[in-house]
């Protein structure tokens, strides 16, 4: 039906339903399914499928009744969650193709199959032979869509360099219009979703931004709640903080209709959001009855850390790294990191640091920058703890990556250890870093973050009048003084920030200048510098 082809989906609604009333043939129960699900409709989608698919088989029409049973699979698994119902329609789907030897729909069963499997050997296993049946047939939507879950599966393994090539080609053909428009949801997914995952959060907003043509013609491809939580965990990692929340909002709506364990990865970043917010109550609300959904594990362990439950938060995350089956995957990365940090409260710090320079070796192996920032940022961390020097050097290392991956928060949060770290060892720097970190806080709105560097900021300025006053025997006013001097500051300047009047800040630069015996501003800007009293 024309409508349905242009994209114009609620008159595609509009002229099926009127055309089932006069007749309610398979076709356009079909179509009805199409549109209503193009509309986030989704029960009403599946209703249509499941009548459209009975009446395939009673028109004896085996092919179009197996392509209803397997989209009925594809729908319940990926917008419904209800894994039980997913396998029946697979099996339904693979009976028929068996059956009456409907090889040209193979492809599309392995696909399936590869898309709703959790184990990534096996589902690149399927989406290869996806690819070479899809190859052989000359079948676009079925090769692209293959090539992006091959890609997928190899990026959930840690080989990133090897699968973005390929999610990349998958992209670029289905928005050039290859294939069918499905085709763009289910490859704009599996971007969204697999760069999420290896933090390449600019490679998200890059091809979204060449989806708009896309997107202003047919509407949103990230049509289930699973991508929309992921599209929100990208724009809470960039720093887009506020449609961050619209996004996961969104999310939760579209999972009202699934199985409680679709709406986890929504609330888990939601409550994400919340900690970062500092907002700890909301998130533990948010995630009371999904505490063992797999995106809950990283969150749960993080509240724990805070709440001071150091054997609770260990056994959160290792119970989740038993359950994944190894440390090399992507998902390890930050459950490694707060294991980390569990240990160095617990006094463990030498496995702590060992723990961050396997990851962040890992992570150079494997071309994951955000695993090698997490590992280098908990070593450090260890170091730190241990007053070893080396940690600033770790430190500086992850704060390089973390700001290459555009990820202000995590930023920020590298930047207040570095500052807590130096303060002893480089008072200025650690100044900088503190002042650095707690704008990016306050800009982002995380306030408990926020609270904490503009406290340790306030400590370092303090140390640092009394070291300045201590060793040229200034009045700790005059200490301040000298400070803001060397920051350039005009007397006018000056004394608007401290409060003082324009003549006491003239009589103050007098006064230093004549006990520290030297001639200018100039000079007495070069003097804290030298003696690294800034």
Sequence with gaps: MEPLGRGDWKEARSAFEDAARADESPEILFGLGVALWWLGETRGSVRCMEQAYVAFRRRSDPV?????????SFLYHENLGNHAAAAGWMARAVRLVDEFD??????RVLLIKACCCSDPDQSETWARQAQQLAIGVEDRDLELCALSQIGAALIDKGRIDEGIPLIDEAMAGALACEGQLDTVVVTTCRMIQSYDRCADFQRVVQWLRAADRFIERYGCPYLNATCRAHYGGVLFATGDWRNAENELRAALELSGDAMPALRGEALARLAELRLAQGRIEEAERLLAGFEDHEAAAPVCARIHLLRGKLALAVATVQRRLGVIGGENRLEGAVLLELLGEAEIGQGQIEGAAERGRKLAELGSTLGCGVMFARGERLR?????????????????????????????????????????????????????????????????GANENAGAAATLLREIETKTRKQISKT????RREAEVLRLVAQGMSNQ??????????????????????????????????????????
Excluded: W
């Design 380 to 444: 450090g961390h260890a170091l730190a703890a241990g007053a070893d020097e080396a940690a600033r050097r770790h430190l500086d290392a992850a704060l390089c990556e973390f700001v290459r991956l555009e990820m202000p928060f995590e930023t920020a949060r590298t930047r207040l250890l570095l500052a807590q770290a130096l303060g002893e060892l480089d008072p200025e720097v650690a100044e900088a870093e503190a002042r650095a970190a707690l704008v990016i806080f306050e800009n982002l």
């Design 102 to 107: 409907l090889e040209p729909l193979q492809g």
């Design 472 to 475: 040229s025997g200034l009045s």
């Design 64 to 72: 179009q009744a197996a392509n209803a049973a397997l989209e009925l």
């Design 493 to 534: 300047d000056i004394a608007d920030r401290l409060t003082l009047s324009k003549h006491t800040v003239h009589r103050h630069v007098s006064s230093i200048l004549t006990k520290l015996n030297l001639r200018s501003r100039a000079a007495a800007a070069a003097y804290a510098a030298q003696h690294k009293l800034l």
